[in-house]
């Protein structure tokens, strides 16, 4: 009796190991308590994991909706080898789907919530053989405003882009100055010195009324009057004495 129980153990054990007998499990994962402020799109997280490959023509997924207090639990998404919306309902036109098969993800996006969204949204995934696993619940709460915890998250968030920006654009400054800092220092360095020039040294070629004679007086001895000396040049004075003389010969 006990050999039987053996070769039957032994034979379980050989059957499990060859994966003719296996397990079958479907794990799926959701981002729990969830807020969204009235008016806005909000996106139901879904991931899953299954032991099984995954068959797109099988695979099914299923979300539904259970409000808070009473109320039945009403359909919301349905996903077989293609997205199938609700037609009627709380939810006609106001469901996205937002997942991938292949990607293990079956996220859908909530459009405009409303204060009648609040309540508990369960997302379940078939994979055949895994057909058994545990459902995911995402619990929705739609408020007026973001939560504070909401708003200083998006505050850090925004703070820290602006400050990442303005540390990059002093870094930039920095380093242009630092550049044209040091191409200053090479054409200062390759560049020949000039010599300064004497402000009170003049150039020959403006210097030239320096050397224009001033008129010199003479004193006239027949009446004692002083006159100012011809500054005529000399040749032209000669042409006017010939000239004088070839008219005094003419006269006689």
Same mark, same amino acid.
């Given at each position: 009796?006990?050999?039987?129980?053996?070769?039957?153990?032994?034979?379980?054990?050989?059957?499990?190991?060859?994966?003719?007998?296996?397990?079958?499990?479907?794990?799926?994962?959701?981002?729990?308590?969830?807020?969204?402020?009235?008016?806005?799109?909000?996106?139901?997280?879904?991931?899953?994991?299954?032991?099984?490959?995954?068959?797109?023509?099988?695979?099914?997924?299923?979300?539904?909706?259970?409000?808070?207090?009473?109320?039945?639990?009403? /359909?919301?998404?349905?996903?077989?080898?293609?997205?199938?919306?609700?037609?009627? $309902?709380?939810? !006609?036109? &106001? %469901? @996205?789907?937002?997942?991938?098969?292949?990607?293990?993800?079956?996220?859908?996006?909530?459009?405009?919530?409303?204060?009648?969204?609040?309540?508990?949204? /369960?997302?379940?995934?078939?994979?055949?053989?895994?057909?058994?696993?545990?459902? $995911?619940?995402? !619990?929705? &709460? %739609? @408020?007026?405003?973001?939560?504070?915890?909401?708003?200083?998250?998006?505050?850090?968030?925004?703070?820290?882009?602006?400050?990442?920006?303005?540390?990059?654009?002093?870094?930039?400054?920095?380093?242009?100055?630092?550049?044209?800092?040091?191409?200053?220092?090479?054409?200062?360095?390759?560049?020949?010195?000039?010599?300064?020039?004497?402000?009170?040294?003049?150039?020959?070629?403006?210097?030239?009324?320096?050397?224009?004679?001033?008129?010199?007086?003479?004193?006239?001895?027949?009446?004692?009057?002083?006159?100012?000396?011809?500054?005529?040049?000399?040749?032209?004075?000669?042409?006017?004495?010939?000239?004088?003389?070839?008219?005094?010969?003419?006269?006689?």
């Amino acid at each position: 009796m006990c050999g039987t129980r053996l070769y039957f153990l032994a034979v379980l054990s050989g059957l499990a190991a060859s994966g003719v007998l296996r397990v079958s499990g479907m794990r799926v994962y959701t981002s729990g308590d969830m807020e969204a402020v009235n008016g806005t799109d909000v996106r139901l997280k879904c991931t899953f994991q299954s032991s099984s490959p995954i068959t797109p023509s099988t695979l099914t997924i299923t979300w539904s909706f259970r409000p808070l207090g009473t109320g039945r639990e009403e /359909s919301v998404f349905y996903y077989h080898t293609r997205p199938y919306p609700p037609p009627e $309902g709380r939810f !006609r036109k &106001r %469901v @996205v789907w937002a997942g991938d098969v292949m990607g293990r993800d079956a996220s859908i996006i909530v459009r405009e919530a409303k204060f009648t969204y609040n309540g508990t949204f /369960s997302c379940q995934v078939k994979n055949p053989p895994d057909v058994y696993g545990n459902t $995911g619940e995402v !619990r929705l &709460r %739609v @408020v007026t405003t973001a939560s504070f915890s909401d708003l200083l998250i998006l505050a850090l968030a925004i703070g820290g882009a602006i400050a990442a920006v303005v540390i990059l654009l002093i870094i930039i400054v920095s380093c242009r100055r630092c550049r044209r800092k040091r191409q200053r220092q090479e054409v200062n360095e390759e560049a020949p010195q000039k010599k300064r020039k004497d402000p009170t040294v003049c150039h020959p070629s403006r210097a030239v009324h320096l050397y224009l004679s001033e008129p010199s007086l003479e004193i006239d001895s027949s009446d004692g009057m002083i006159s100012e000396a011809s500054t005529k040049d000399p040749s032209s004075s000669e042409e006017e004495e010939r000239s004088s003389d070839e008219e005094g010969g003419n006269s006689d």
